[in-house]
């Protein structure tokens, strides 16, 4: 009989079951490993994969909805936003065609600062592959690429203010100067597309690029710019038999005010047109947006290359500005450059005490944001003090606020300013405050508040160099009497205040601006804690008020206007410096007040909307594009209504004491 054996069971081996334990011994090492392994790779993580990860993120996002922007219909956005919003209105220009008018007088566009295109002739190594590309304009891929060589060949001679030996940059010609800022982000785009649906094309559209960098003289010297906009001007009025209507922008009203100048006055210094050339070429002049007494935001800009937007950037985060966490010390790159510039000197505010205040007075005092057009008086302002508006500069709120018996001021003028090591380290962001010491800074601070009679001594003591080439170009006073032969020099030309209006008693001039946004007036600053490689100055974000109707927000107080330009600045000359025969308008040329309130678009879709304020974005408001063709189709001033006023400029006109 087989026998049966019986099979042992795993469990019975206990050699086996040492084994097993030690498999077992051996998963949870693995699984513990493992748990370990991932908890490393999670603390692996940095802030810059974490900000690499969001960048991508965001890269992949807009790629993939620029992809269904460029497929889908060229009419679908249109058709989501009315189905939002409702039927959008015609176009100025199709409306306008509906009425029957069409093109007559030929238009010539004058941009301002930063908005016209520059390209490479000529450059250094690090730009052999950049020949006729653009250097301000379009993409600005080259900024990121090689932001060093980019800042060299912007820069203009710190002595000269022309051309850096070796390097050309020019500005581009014809309207795609300046149609477009960037891609998608419009300039003169959407006034030409308008004025082209009346019959307007390039046989009688000009556009008057320049190298918005230069003094205005010296584009002539080394352009001929001002040459160039006199023979286009003069064939465009033989070839259509009419006047032209000239439209300048921003800066390009101060540039269009000196050509006016320029060309009347007799050679070499001028253009030899002779005195009637502006009472036959040009049937009105349509500023918008025009800093014909000087901007703040410029003054600012100058100082301490800041604005708001950057005080207020610095209040979200300090550590980023403040504390130059990255070493690449962005705002004394961008001051050295900028300083460099001699047109952003014509707009430091002009006329001195008596046109912006003094220490305990201003035009706009009493004005509080929201409340000024729509008469609303609320309890908080009937309260609230008003700002000392006429003080440009304040060290400290206090100094801001108290009355000028209060305050206790030394003179900086004759201050010693001492000598600053900062001069052996900081060559790559070589400032002119490196030259000052800390006496002079110093010095600067303890002067406590500076109206607009302190500002040109002010900024001579902390750039010299900047302020001496201004001198040979630029004048910021209020002229006592116009027939002094001193004024025919051309470094008055851009002075509304220093200079007369031609002879042109058929010609209108019209200043178009846009209002209810707070703009820029006055700032409080403070002394920065590390002064040798830092700008020593800084606009003091953290003196604000929480009320929605207090004039002062991250340290600047603000007045009405466009976002840049205050309305007193826009305004002041076509209400009251050039309103009938005065000794700044002899031949009583016909002047119009034309503001336009800001009302935001209500969504996305409707991009930077057609009832914009805004500094740039007015030029896409339709109100104003209407204006402007009908002018250029034949009508007056009277024909549109005469002024258009919704701000109290003519109140804060009449407080100027102003000798007309």
Same mark, same amino acid.
């Given at each position: 009989m087989a026998s049966i054996r019986r099979r042992k069971q795993p469990n019975d081996d206990p050699h086996h079951s040492t084994s097993t334990a030690d498999e077992d011994d051996d998963d949870k090492r693995n699984k513990l490993s493992l748990r370990r392994t991932r908890k490393r790779r999670t603390k692996n993580y940095t802030c810059v994969d974490n900000c690499c990860w969001l960048i991508g993120c965001i890269c992949t996002v807009w790629w993939f909805l620029l992809f269904l922007y460029n497929t889908m219909p060229a009419s679908f956005p249109q058709y989501v936003t009315e189905k939002i919003t409702g039927p959008l209105p015609d176009p100025p220009g199709v409306k306008c065609l509906k009425e029957g008018l069409e093109a007559k007088h030929p238009v010539v566009f004058v941009p301002g600062i930063v908005t016209g295109g520059l390209e490479l002739w000529e450059?250094?190594?690090?730009?052999?592959?950049?020949? @006729?590309? &653009?250097?301000?304009? $379009?993409?600005?891929?080259?900024? +990121?690429?090689? /932001?060093?060589?980019?800042?060299?060949?912007?820069?203009?001679?710190?002595?000269?203010?022309?051309?850096?030996?070796?390097? @050309?940059? &020019?500005?581009?010609? $014809?309207?795609?100067?300046?149609? +477009?800022?960037? /891609?998608?982000?419009?300039?003169?785009?959407?006034?030409?597309?308008?004025l082209a649906r009346v019959g307007y094309e390039e046989k009688n559209m000009y556009m008057a690029a320049y190298d918005w960098r230069l003094s205005f003289q010296s584009t002539e010297v080394r352009d001929q710019t001002l040459s160039r906009i006199k023979s286009n001007i003069e064939l465009m009025v033989e070839i259509s038999g009419q006047k032209a209507v000239i439209i300048p922008h921003s800066m390009g009203v101060l540039y269009f005010l000196h050509f006016m100048k320029w060309v009347e006055a007799p050679p070499p210094m001028g253009g030899g047109g002779g005195p009637d050339w502006c009472a036959k070429h040009i049937k009105a002049v349509m500023n918008i947006g025009g800093p014909l007494l000087g901007a703040p935001k410029a003054l600012a800009g100058l100082f301490s290359a800041e604005a708001k937007d950057i005080a207020f950037a610095r209040g979200i985060a300090p550590g980023v500005l403040d504390a130059d966490v990255f070493h690449i010390q962005t705002l004394q790159h961008l001051m050295r450059m900028s300083r460099t510039w001699d047109s952003t000197m014509s707009m430091i505010p002009k006329g001195g005490d008596t046109i912006w205040g003094g220490l305990d007075w201003s035009p706009e005092e009493g004005y509080f944001p929201n409340n000024t057009r729509k008469n609303i008086t609320s309890q908080s302002n009937s309260q609230a003090k008003s700002p000392n508006y006429g003080r440009f500069i304040s060290f400290g709120r206090d100094a801001a606020e108290a009355h000028s018996s209060q305050i206790q001021r030394v003179d900086f003028r004759d201050a010693v300013k001492g000598s600053n090591l900062a001069n052996n380290t900081c060559r790559e962001?070589?400032?002119?405050?490196?030259?000052?010491?800390?006496?002079?800074?110093?010095?600067?601070?303890?002067?406590?508040?500076?109206?607009?009679?302190?500002?040109?001594?002010?900024?001579?003591?902390?750039?010299?160099?900047?302020?001496?080439?201004?001198?040979?170009?630029?004048?910021?006073?209020?002229?006592?009497?116009?027939?002094?032969?001193?004024?025919?020099?051309?470094?008055?030309?851009?002075?509304?205040?220093?200079?007369?209006?031609?002879?042109?008693?058929?010609?209108?001039?019209?200043?178009m601006y846009g209002v209810g946004i707070q703009t820029e007036r006055a700032y409080v600053y403070k002394l920065t804690p590390a002064t040798e490689c830092y700008i020593p100055f800084q606009i003091n974000n953290t003196a604000g008020d929480t009320n929605p109707h207090a004039c002062l927000k991250d340290g600047v107080y603000t007045v009405d206007g466009d976002e840049t330009v205050p309305a007193l600045s826009a305004g002041f000359m076509c209400a009251k410096g050039w309103r009938g025969e005065t000794r700044f308008n002899p031949s009583g040329i016909k002047t119009y007040v034309r503001e336009y309130e800001n009302n935001p678009p209500s969504n996305f879709l409707e991009g930077r909307g057609t009832e914009s304020g805004a500094h740039v974005d007015i030029l896409g408001n339709f109100q104003l594009i209407e204006d402007i063709i009908r002018v250029a189709a034949g009508a007056s001033g009277e024909d549109l209504g005469g002024d258009r006023v919704s701000t109290d400029i003519f109140k804060w006109s009449e407080k100027i004491n102003l000798k007309l």
């Open positions: 450059g250094h190594q690090c730009a052999d592959d950049l020949f @006729r590309k &653009r250097l301000w304009g $379009g993409t600005f891929g080259d900024v +990121y690429k090689r /932001p060093s060589c980019w800042l060299q060949h912007m820069s203009l001679d710190n002595e000269t203010g022309l051309d850096p030996p070796g390097i @050309r940059i &020019r500005p581009v010609s $014809g309207l795609v100067a300046a149609d +477009y800022f960037a /891609p998608g982000y419009f300039v003169w785009a959407v006034l030409i597309a308008n962001v070589w400032t002119e405050y490196h030259d000052m010491g800390s006496g002079g800074i110093k010095a600067i601070a303890e002067y406590k508040i500076y109206t607009a009679n302190d500002l040109v001594d002010m900024l001579k003591f902390v750039a010299p160099k900047m302020m001496k080439r201004s001198d040979r170009h630029f004048s910021h006073g209020l002229a006592d009497n116009l027939d002094d032969p001193k004024y025919a020099h051309y470094r008055y030309w851009s002075n509304a205040l220093e200079t007369k209006l031609p002879n042109a008693p058929d010609m209108e001039i019209y200043s």
